[in-house]
C-alpha cells in the first residue's frame, strides 16, 4: 500500500477535487426511505437507527465518490447506538475503501502506552489478513508526544494516516488553543510537534502520514499553519454550514492546490437542512451540493494560479 | 439516581476503600483460563479475544466489587476487537454497575456541537427505559468549554460524571499541559474551567458531576489542584506500575479522607505480570491485591489524620 501522504494528494489532483466529505448520519435528517429500511430491518431502536445510518452513509459514498478526494465518517453518531452502531460504521468504511476512498475516521482518540497503541491497532493496523478499519484517524494533541507517537508508528507501517488536532473550527477553541507561551500560541507549539515528529517519513508528494486538522473559520491562521506544517496534509472543517467559504481556504493549499481536504459534512449530506421536508430528490441534491463545493473550490484556486 | 458526586463520596465512606481498579484487558497477560474460553466462543480471533476480555472482566468485577469505589474499564481494549468488543464493553459496564459499582467509562472522547451531544447521549444519558451505560466518563479538554459542557449537561440529567484529563501521568505530559502561560501552567487554567462550570451543580457531598484526571506520579501538584478544585472528585491514575505510591496520593484527599479516587489497573488486575506463567491462584492473587491497595491507603489517610 502506498503512503497516505501519497495516496491522498493522487486523488486530489486526479478527481480536480480537495472536497472532504463528513458522514455525520444524525437520525432528525435522515430521509425517511433510510429509517424505513432501517425500522424494517429490526425492532430494536438502536439497530433500526445504526442500520438507517448505515444505509444513508452507504448511498452517500455512492453518490459522492467521482467527486471528492477522501469522506470522514463520524464515529460518534454512530457510537451512540452501541456495537449496532459500531457495526454499521465498520460497515460504512470498508463500504467506502472498497469504492477507493481514502476513510478518515474522525475519531478524536487521545491516549497514551499500550492504550494509544490499542487505539492506533483497531484503527490503523492491518489485523492479520484484513486490511486497517480506516486510512487515517483524527487524534488529541493534549497528552503530548506519547499520544500521538503510537498512531505515527501504526501508520507508517500500514500506509496511513493521522490528523492531529491542531486550531479546532469551534468558539471556544480560543480557550486553550489561543493561549500564548512565550509569545506564541498552543497551537503553534502543537504544530511544531507534528512538524518534528514528520522528519524522516516525508514522501516523494512532500508529505509525510501526519496531517493538520485547522479550521477553516479563521483564514488568517491558515496561511501561517500551511507556512509551519510543509510536511502535512491540512484537513479543514468548518466548510458551509460552519461559515467557511471558498476564499477562506485557499491558504491551506501549497504552490500546487494540492495538501489541503476541505471537509463539509451538513451542506453536502443534508442540502436540505432547514426545510420542512425532505425532497424526494434527495439523492440530486447530494450530488449538486459535491460537486458545487468542488467547483467553487477549483475556481478560486485556479483565480489565486 | 442519586447524583454522581453523592453516590462515589458514599461509596468511599461506606467501603472504606478509595480504590477504583482500572480494567485494561491486554490479551498477551490474559490467564490462560479466560482465553480458552474465549476461544471456545467463536472461530473468528477478534470475537474470540472480546470474549476471553469480557470473561476476564466479569471475573474481576466480581472479585474486587467488595473492596473497592469504583472501575473504570478502558475502552481501547475493547474498541480493538471491533463491534465484538464493543458489545463486550458494553456488557462489562453494565455487569458492573449491576453490581452497585460506579463504573467510569475510560473513553477520553472529546468533540463538539452536535458530536459532542451524541457521544454524552452515547455514554451518560438514559435511552428510553434503559439505563445510562456507564455512571461517568472522562473525557480530553483541547477543544475548550464547548467539548465540555454537552457533557456535562447530559451527566446533570442522568445523576451522571465527567472527568476532565486535566494533568495527566505520563511523560509527556509536559509537552503541552505544563507550559505556562502568564506565570501558570496550562492544566491550572483547565482546572480553572472545569471549577466555573461546575458552579450550581454541586450537591451536599460538596462535590459536581465534573471531577479531574490528575496524574498520581507527582505529588507536589495535587495539593495545588485539590486547592483549586473544590468541588471535583479527583481520578488519580498512575498508581502501582507506573510508580506511585499510597504517600504520594495523600494531598488529593479532602479533609474527610474523601473526594479522591486512587486508580490501578495492571497491579491490581495483572499482580502477577512479569512472571513466567500466570498462577493458577489469580483469583486469590487479585483480591490480594485489591485490598493491599485498600489497606495501605487507609493506613496513610490514617496517619495523616
Known amino acids: 500500500m502506498k503512503a497516505f501522504g501519497e495516496r491522498v494528494t493522487a486523488a486530489i489532483a486526479e478527481k480536480r477535487s480537495a472536497v472532504c466529505v463528513g458522514l455525520d448520519p444524525r437520525p432528525a435528517l435522515l430521509p425517511s426511505d433510510c429509517l424505513e429500511a432501517g425500522h424494517a430491518s429490526s425492532p430494536r431502536e ?9 444505509i444513508f452513509c452507504r448511498r452517500v459514498v455512492q453518490l459522492v465518490a467521482p467527486h471528492c478526494a477522501a469522506v470522514k465518517p463520524q464515529v460518534a453518531f454512530f457510537e451512540v447506538f452501541g456495537s449496532a ?3 454499521a460504521y465498520l460497515d460504512v468504511c470498508a463500504f467506502a475503501r472498497g469504492k477507493g476512498l481514502p476513510v478518515i475516521a474522525d475519531i478524536k482518540r487521545g491516549d497514551i502506552g499500550t492504550t494509544a497503541e490499542a487505539y492506533a491497532r483497531a484503527w490503523l493496523a492491518r489485523r492479520g489478513e484484513e486490511a486497517p478499519r480506516a486510512d487515517a484517524c483524527t ?14 508508528e501504526a501508520a507508517s507501517g500500514s500506509g496511513g494516516g493521522v490528523f492531529v488536532l491542531v ?6 477553541a480560543a480557550d486553550f488553543q489561543d493561549l500564548r507561551v512565550d509569545g506564541e500560541t498552543l497551537y503553534l507549539r502543537v504544530a511544531r510537534l507534528v512538524r518534528s515528529l514528520n522528519e524522516g517519513h516525508v514522501g516523494p508528494s512532500g508529505y509525510g502520514p501526519l496531517g493538520a486538522v485547522v479550521g477553516a473559520t479563521r483564514p488568517e491562521m491558515l496561511g501561517l499553519l500551511r507556512a509551519e506544517l510543509p510536511t502535512s496534509i491540512l484537513l479543514l472543517p468548518g466548510f458551509g454550514a460552519q461559515g467557511a467559504g471558498p476564499a477562506d481556504v485557499v491558504d491551506g493549499f501549497d504552490e500546487n492546490g494540492n495538501g489541503c481536504l476541505v471537509s463539509a459534512s451538513r451542506s453536502i449530506t443534508f442540502p436540505w437542512s432547514g426545510e420542512s421536508v425532505v425532497p424526494r430528490t434527495w439523492e440530486e441534491r447530494i450530488v449538486d451540493a459535491v460537486t458545487k463545493m468542488r467547483d467553487d473550490l477549483l475556481a478560486v484556486l485556479s483565480a489565486g494560479a
Chains 1, 2 share one sequence.
Not at 46 to 54: G, P, T
Not at 167 to 172: A, G
Open 46 to 54: 438502536e439497530e433500526a437507527l445504526a442500520e438507517a445510518s448505515r
Open 85 to 87: 452502531g459500531m457495526e
Open 139 to 152: 487524534i488529541n494533541p493534549y497528552l503530548g508526544r506519547d499520544g500521538v507517537i503510537p498512531f505515527l
Open 167 to 172: 486550531r479546532t473550527s469551534n468558539p471556544s
